[in-house]
């Protein structure tokens, strides 16, 4: 009894970690390099004020399945004295570590490295902004040797992930966030 007790567990134990190791699998990490860049970062030129938050963070995204490292952020735009667009409430929530799909209600930008480099300096993503309809940027930073300055540009892209249903308005006038700004972290 004792020996198909002993043989039953084996196999148990050993297809579970066969499955786990099939299924996961990891597709980009960033060699520990973001959380330098992690914390509060601020641009204001008097009309405009944005204030972003980021936060280093490892997922695993199921759908494909791999493990990540990025920076999630939180935004606060301000025309004036008038709040645009702000999910900055949000910045110290619990980001999960298991996700399905684009997982927005955790975050508003999502930057990573493209190579596992200590020389890189430059960030890619996107930044999602919500004004009438939902708007996605595509964003690549430069940052500045002492990582303390960031060179922010944003190019407007009219899918998000190709479906269409998507109401896509891009704000004009005093609702259009700066296309290219200068952030300085604080």
Same mark, same amino acid.
């Given at each position: 009894?004792?020996? &198909?007790?002993?043989?039953?567990? /084996? &196999?148990?134990?050993?297809?579970?970690?066969?499955?786990?190791?099939?299924?996961?699998?990891?597709?980009?990490?960033?060699?520990? =390099?973001?959380?330098?860049? @992690?914390? *509060?970062?601020?641009?204001?030129? $008097?009309?405009?004020?944005? %204030? &972003?938050?980021?936060?280093?963070? #490892?997922? %695993?995204?199921?759908?494909?399945?791999?493990?990540? *490292?990025?920076?999630?952020?939180?935004?606060?735009?301000?025309?004036?004295?008038?709040?645009?667009?702000?999910?900055?409430?949000? #910045?110290? !929530?619990? !980001?999960?570590? !298991?996700? %399905? $799909?684009?997982?927005?209600?955790?975050?508003? &930008?999502?930057? #990573?490295?493209?190579?596992?480099?200590?020389?890189?300096?430059?960030? /890619?993503? #996107?930044?999602?902004?919500?004004? @009438?309809?939902?708007?996605?940027?595509?964003?690549?930073?430069? =940052?500045?040797?002492?990582?303390?300055?960031?060179?922010?540009?944003?190019? /407007?892209?009219?899918?998000?992930?190709? *479906? =269409?249903?998507?109401?896509?308005?891009?704000?004009?006038?005093?609702?259009?966030?700066?296309?290219?700004?200068?952030? !300085? %972290?604080?």
């Amino acid at each position: 009894m004792k020996k &198909i007790l002993l043989i039953t567990s /084996f &196999i148990t134990i050993n297809y579970s970690v066969t499955a786990q190791t099939a299924i996961d699998y990891t597709e980009y990490d960033t060699c520990n =390099l973001l959380q330098q860049y @992690a914390g *509060d970062w601020l641009y204001t030129n $008097g009309a405009d004020t944005i %204030k &972003i938050y980021l936060k280093a963070h #490892r997922g %695993k995204y199921t759908q494909p399945t791999y493990i990540f *490292d990025a920076l999630w952020g939180f935004i606060e735009y301000k025309h004036g004295n008038t709040i645009v667009v702000s999910d900055y409430a949000n #910045r110290f !929530i619990t !980001i999960p570590y !298991i996700m %399905k $799909g684009w997982p927005v209600m955790y975050q508003t &930008i999502w930057l #990573r490295f493209r190579n596992c480099n200590i020389n890189e300096s430059n960030l /890619f993503g #996107r930044l999602r902004y919500q004004f @009438a309809g939902i708007q996605l940027y595509n964003v690549k930073v430069t =940052l500045s040797n002492n990582g303390t300055v960031m060179q922010w540009h944003q190019e /407007f892209q009219q899918t998000d992930h190709n *479906d =269409l249903s998507i109401p896509w308005n891009r704000p004009t006038g005093a609702n259009a966030m700066p296309m290219d700004f200068v952030l !300085i %972290k604080q």
